[in-house]
């Protein structure tokens, strides 16, 4: 009788453990969000500040906070342990089926058919016009994201040079493609490379400054650079209009054999001689961006087997023994700055294509760590791995907007937007927590002797690919 009586006290302990840590996460989460969550300030139709509490919601996130600690305390916690336990004494399990094995051997081509026939599946399911937020906010928005990301990676996890200020190069093919479109009636198809040329020079210019630079130095450095871009924008109201931005940017068009522009003779309506929709030109264009996105995944892939990309990894891992080697880093980082931004110029051609208006207020420091948020989630140097925390990350804010019980909880001015750094905090805390090297933890080398081989988290040093 003994044995059952101890068990009991010992999960009683365990519970009052677990209650105990609760109540002090409780307690930290009060601290924390009391002026964030539980005032709200307005103001009134006589310009005055006033304050609104909202108690019942600052009550629920504490709530929220005190059981998710509870629950992983008291239960989550001691079943992974002894998951980990059973793993780690398990014999060598069956192999995996057929079907498994080949899913997880061909992966990357299933996702790529997928995304090429999800419009089809889409307009399918919810109809012509039903299909629309699904195309533009789930399929567009999350590969413009998709296509930064990867540009990103190529800098910060291939290089290993933090850049804080990506956001940038964005801008730069932005304004590039909408003032050049605008003021002299060039075809996107030109501005495209033009615009990603720009931005390239541009990379150029600031990989030059930073070239003796590392670390937190390297990061301050790329920081002020992009703030200094978008006061450009915002001051130089003699090209860049100011704050009130560029608006009435062109459409992209079909290689000009057909438009979408439904007054025009040629709208693709009016040539094919269907139905009138503006669903015609979001299909277009996101099957324009995901082959921008393969074609920046292609060019990665290719590069890192290449010498040049070889370096960039030498560069990452040791910078040093990189130069003890004969390699000439200075070269190595411009190229790195270089190809990176020179995608952040496409991805910002094709957002201006996209929105037909570009302003200061899109290309603020926070575009900079929502994408460099998604390279670390991910995995840096991993572009499935980048790919997935995208989706996670962008689809997942997107997903907010159609849980309508939200507003029930949370209240009537409740919008996943306010609330959208909270959730990439969350997001690192956990995936930090639980996957140190990212969603995908493991990389294959570029040089390999005799058998290739994925390299585990545990094999290699923080902070580094």
Known sequence: MRAPAAEGRRKAGDIYVAAREAAGAALVCVALFVLMIGLKTDQNMRNELVVSQRWQTLAIVVAITFAGRFVISAFARPVWRRWQTQRANAKPTTPASPAVVFIRTHIVRLTVIFLIFYPPLVVGTSGLQGSLKWIDNFGIQILIYVMLAWGLNIVVGL??????????????????????ASEFGLSFWILLPAAGAMAAFWGVLLGFPVLRL???????????????????????????NGSAGISGIPKV??????????SSPHYIGKVLGIASSGVYYKIFLYYLILLLALLTAAVTIRLRRLPLGRAWEALREDEIACRS???????????AFAIGAMFGGFAGAFFAARQGFVSPESFVFLESAVILAIVVLGGMGSLPGTAVAAVVMIGGTEILREMGFLTAVFGDGFSPEHYRMLLFGVAMVLVMVWKPRGFVGRREPTAFLRERKSVAATFTSEGHG
């Open 159 to 180: 290089a290993g040079l933090l850049d804080l200020g990506y956001v940038a190069f964005y801008a730069v093919g932005a304004y590039s493609y909408a003032l050049l």
């Open 214 to 240: 590392r670390g937190d130095y390297l990061a301050i450095v790329t920081l002020a650079f992009g703030e200094i871009i978008r006061l450009v924008l915002i001051n130089w109201r003699e090209v860049t």
């Open 253 to 262: 068009t079909f290689f000009g054999l057909f438009d979408f522009d439904v």
């Open 325 to 335: 080697l004969g390699i000439n880093t200075t070269n190595v980082k411009l190229t």
